[in-house]
C-alpha cells in the first residue's frame, strides 16, 4: 500500500508516475472509512472527500507541469484539534469551544498547505491538551490502533480463544489500551495509516508520548523552532507543535516545511538565526546511520528509578551498546534537578492554564449556559462547570491556587527556580555531550482500568518527557526495537504492550544531529 511508504519513496513514486496523489488520497479516505479508524476515534472530524480529491487532482496536475511545491505536495497529513484550521472546525476536545470555526489558519497548518499538502482531517486529544492517556475529550476516548481485535482474541496476550470473542468484547469493551496523550488522535491516525505524518503539540511530554505507545516517532522541536501562532494555548511557555510520523525521515520533512521565524509569535527563532558551529561540524562528522565516531552520548543517572520495568532497562542499555557499536563514546552523567522537573512542570503548567483559559467564561469567548440565571458570577460558574471537563478543572483550581498571595512564593517561584537550575545543568551537561538517550516512559503501555484507579498518579507517565520540555530542548521519540530474545527471552513482536521506544534529546536548536542519531537508532 502507497500509505506505508515513507514520503520520499511516495513522493518519487507520483512524481515517476508509478502512482498519483489522487491514489494516495483514494486511499487515505478508504482507512478514514475503516472499522479500524472508526474504532480508535482517531479523528474529531475528517476533511470532506470531494475537497480532498479535488486537491489531489490539482497536485497531480502541478507534477505533471513539474511545477510541485514540496515532497509533501498532495501528501496526505493530520491536524491535532487545538491548530486553527480556516475549514475545519477547531474545538481542542472540549465543550466550550465545539461548533468554533476560526476562518484562518496556524501558521504551521498555512505552510503545510503552501507547501501542497493534503489535510485529511482533526485529530482527537485531551482536552486542551491536559492529559496524558487520550481520555479526556469530550469526543471520547482514543484507542491505541495496533491493539485492534488483539485485546479480544490473541492468545498470545491474554491467552484467549477466538470462540470468546463476542462475550469478552462484550465484559471488555471500555477496558482498553490506551494511545497516549494528550497528541492521542494523531498518534493513533499516523499508526493505523490514515496520513504519512500528523501535527501535534507537545507541552510535558504530548507528542513522545504517544507516539512511544503507538509505535511511531515523535519529535519535539526546541521551543521557538516551530510558531506557535493559531495553537490554542495550555501552557504558553512550553507548548511547542510538533510532529508525529511513521519513521525519522517522514518526521524530518514535515519540520523543514513548518520550522522557520514568524513576526506573529515572538518565541519563534529570529530571521538571522544560525545553526550552532558545532551542530554543523557535528553533522558533518556523521557520515552515514551507522557511524557515530566521535559523537559523544549521555545516561542521565536520574532516570534509573525503581519503576523501571527490567525490559526497559535492558532496551535502553541495549541501545546504548547499539551506539557504542557504531562508533559513538556512551558514559553516565548526573542531572540533579531532574528529580524535581515533574512537580515544577505541574506547577508552571497549571498556572499559565488557569490564566489562558480564563478567557472561556461564556461571555467574552467559548460556550454558554443559557439555562442559568442569577449573578454574573453564577453564570460564570455555571458555564465553566459545564463547559470544562474534569481534568482542566482540576488544573485551572491548581493554578488559580499556586498563584495566589499564599501560595506563590512557595509553589509557583519555587518551581520556576527549578526550571531555571535544570536549564543551567543541561547547559553544562552539553558542553561535553553532544545528546542524551533515555527512555521515554517508566511504564508498559497500560489499559484505561489501570489509570484511572488515581488520576493525580497518572502524572508520573509524563516523568521521563518534562525535562526537555521544562528547558525547551528539542526531544525525540524513536520506536527500538531489540533482535528477537535479545532482552531477557522476550519478542517485541509478540507482545507490543512493552513500549521499548528511546527518547533522543538534543542540545537546544541541534534539531539536525539528534535527527541523525535517531536514525541510528532506528536503523
Not at 387 to 415: K, N, T
Not at 436 to 458: A, C, G, K, Q, Y
Amino acid at each position: 500500500p502507497i500509505m506505508n511508504k515513507i514520503v520520499l519513496d511516495a513522493a518519487r513514486a507520483v512524481h515517476s508516475r508509478k502512482a498519483t496523489c489522487l491514489e494516495v488520497v483514494e486511499e487515505c479516505i478508504e482507512v478514514l472509512n475503516s472499522e479500524k479508524l472508526k474504532w480508535s476515534n482517531a479523528f474529531i472530524c475528517t476533511a470532506e472527500e470531494k475537497g480532498m480529491r479535488k486537491a489531489a487532482e490539482a497536485s497531480d496536475y502541478r507534477r505533471e507541469k513539474e511545477k510541485h511545491r514540496s515532497l509533501l505536495d498532495g501528501i496526505p497529513i493530520a491536524v491535532k484539534d487545538n491548530f486553527c484550521t480556516a475549514n475545519l472546525p477547531t474545538t481542542a476536545a472540549s465543550k466550550t469551544l465545539r461548533g468554533f470555526e476560526p476562518g484562518y489558519n496556524a501558521t504551521s497548518v498555512a505552510k503545510l498547505l503552501e507547501a501542497g499538502a493534503i489535510i485529511c482531517g482533526k485529530t482527537n486529544m485531551d482536552e486542551f491538551g491536559m492529559g496524558s492517556a487520550g481520555l479526556n475529550s469530550d469526543f471520547g476516548a482514543t484507542k491505541n490502533p495496533i491493539f485492534f481485535r488483539q485485546q479480544y482474541i490473541s492468545n498470545v496476550f491474554e491467552k484467549r480463544e477466538k470462540n470468546d470473542y463476542c462475550e469478552d468484547k462484550k465484559n471488555n469493551e471500555n477496558d482498553f489500551y490506551i494511545a497516549g496523550g494528550s497528541s492521542s488522535g494523531s498518534a493513533a491516525a499516523v499508526a493505523s495509516g490514515a496520513c504519512f505524518a500528523a501535527l501535534g503539540s507537545d507541552t510535558g511530554g504530548s507528542v513522545r508520548l504517544p507516539a512511544a505507545y503507538c509505535g511511531i516517532v515523535g519529535l519535539k522541536p526546541s521551543y521557538g523552532r516551530v510558531s506557535r501562532w493559531g495553537l490554542i494555548p495550555y501552557a504558553s511557555s512550553l507548548d511547542t507543535p510538533g510532529i508525529l510520523a511513521s519513521n525519522v525521515q517522514n518526521a524530518s520533512l514535515v519540520l523543514d516545511i513548518i520550522a522557520g521565524p514568524d513576526e506573529r509569535d515572538s518565541t519563534s527563532f529570529p530571521q538571522d538565526y544560525v545553526l550552532h558551529q558545532n551542530e554543523l561540524k557535528l553533522t558533518e562528522s556523521i557520515k552515514n546511520k551507522t557511524n557515530l565516531e566521535g559523537v559523544r552520548i549521555g545516561l542521565p543517572v536520574e532516570f534509573f528509578v525503581d519503576e523501571l520495568p527490567e525490559t526497559t532497562v535492558e532496551t535502553w542499555k541495549l541501545a546504548a551498546n547499539m551506539l557504542e557499536d557504531a562508533g559513538a563514546s556512551v558514559v553516565e552523567i548526573s542531572i540533579p534537578s531532574i528529580v524535581d522537573a515533574l512537580p515544577a512542570y505541574y506547577v508552571i503548567a497549571s498556572a499559565e492554564a488557569s490564566s489562558n483559559l480564563s478567557r472561556y467564561d461564556g461571555v467574552q469567548f467559548g460556550f454558554r449556559d443559557l439555562q442559568v440565571s442569577g449573578s454574573l458570577e453564577e453564570q460564570y460558574k455555571r458555564t465553566r462547570t459545564v463547559a470544562f471537563g474534569e481534568e482542566v478543572q482540576r488544573r485551572i483550581l491548581m493554578g488559580s491556587h499556586v498563584l495566589s498571595s499564599g501560595a506563590i512564593h512557595d509553589f509557583y517561584e519555587r518551581a520556576v527556580s527549578i526550571r531555571r537550575k535544570l536549564k543551567q545543568e543541561f547547559d553544562t551537561a552539553f558542553q561535553s555531550l553532544d545528546a542524551l538517550i533515555t527512555p521515554v516512559t517508566p511504564f508498559e503501555i497500560p489499559r484505561v482500568s489501570e489509570i484511572r484507579r488515581d488520576p493525580v498518579e497518572n502524572y508520573l507517565m509524563d516523568v521521563m518527557t518534562v525535562p526537555a520540555s521544562l528547558a525547551g530542548l528539542p526531544a525525540m521519540s524513536v520506536p527500538f526495537m531489540p533482535p528477537r530474545r535479545a532482552v531477557k527471552g522476550i519478542d517485541f513482536s509478540l507482545n507490543p504492550s512493552l513500549c521499548s521506544s528511546i527518547q533522543v534529546i538534543a542540545p537546544y536548536g541541534m534539531e539536525r544531529s539528534m535527527i541523525k542519531i535517531a536514525s541510528a537508532l532506528e536503523s
